[in-house]
């Protein structure tokens, strides 16, 4: 504990700083989909990396970033074909799955799907309905992207997911910089990722607590 913090517990004052939660997230989805690249987006402006410098991922690697004051733990796996039967190794021990979809790669549509239904099914994940998913459509910028509702219809995600499930859709473009909409130039503009993360913080919040 640095001596700041120590004076301040002295003082009684520790409570008005909020301590900072922590959550694990894994992030799947297949190959190339854009899980490294989103992770590298949802860290501080500093501890971001050049695109050039993200390559392909080999059996998982570990990460992190800080959002509303929840400090998440990331486990990012790899998307090939090879790596896919780590994923369920992991199911357990998250206490959210962020699913990155690429929105341009229609063609693999029902391989996403085939390995969706397989971790709906998995135990892990079949047996903790109050383990939240968020689907993340990326690369929107795309000229050959489709829209996050032509996502959402592919992978038949309001049959798939259990009704008593938390599940959100977001869609992002995680490195096009672009001074449209609400975004400041040269920086992504905010297309409900931000929404989408608010949520997901205020679930593992509150499972937090309910655990704690
Ligand atoms: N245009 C665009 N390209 C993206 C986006 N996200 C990722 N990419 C590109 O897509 C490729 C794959 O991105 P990664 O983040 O490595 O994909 P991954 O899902 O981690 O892939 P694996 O580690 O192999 O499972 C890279 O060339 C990225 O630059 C995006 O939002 N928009
Ligand atoms: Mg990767």
Known sequence: MNVWRK???ILGIAGRTPRRRKARALFVGLNNAGKSTLLNRLKSDREQVSRKMITPTVGFTAGQFVFNNVKFAVTDMSGRDGYRALW????GQCDAI???VDSTD???????KDELDMMLRHPDVAGRLNLPILFVATKTAAPDACG????ATALRLHERLEPNRQWRL???DAITTTTVGAGMPGQPVDDGLREAMEWLVDLVKVSHHRQS
């Open 7 to 9: 004076l301040m517990r």
């Open 88 to 91: 369920e190794s992991m199911y």
């Open 98 to 100: 962020v699913f990155v």
């Open 106 to 112: 229609q063609m693999r549509f029902a391989v996403v």
């Open 148 to 151: 996050a509702s032509t996502v």
């Open 170 to 172: 977001a869609s992002t």
